[in-house]
């Protein structure tokens, strides 16, 4: 039976942590910061773990 593959574009926009929770980057994180309030820019540095109902999906696709 063939490899699984991963997905290329969710390989990029998950990671998994060390107790195996899926965290992700938050929107409007990238760039254009000059633009945001400092508060702002701040508050989107943190990762956020995705929605439950995303969880079984994304695991799929990074071939977990």
């Known amino acids: 039976?063939?490899?699984m593959k991963t997905h290329s574009g969710?390989?990029?926009r998950f990671r998994v942590t060390?107790?195996?929770k899926i965290m992700h980057q938050r929107a409007r994180h990238v760039h254009?910061?000059?633009e945001r309030r400092a508060?702002?820019?701040r508050r989107l540095v943190n990762d956020?773990?995705?929605a439950p109902?995303?969880?079984r999906r994304v695991k799929k696709m990074l071939g977990l």
Request: aromatic share 4%.
């Open 39 to 41: 508060s702002q820019a």
């Open 53 to 55: 109902s995303d969880v």
């Open 32 to 34: 254009k910061f000059q």
């Open 48 to 50: 956020k773990e995705i």
């Open 18 to 20: 060390g107790k195996g």
């Open 1 to 3: 039976m063939p490899k």
């Open 10 to 12: 969710a390989k990029k």
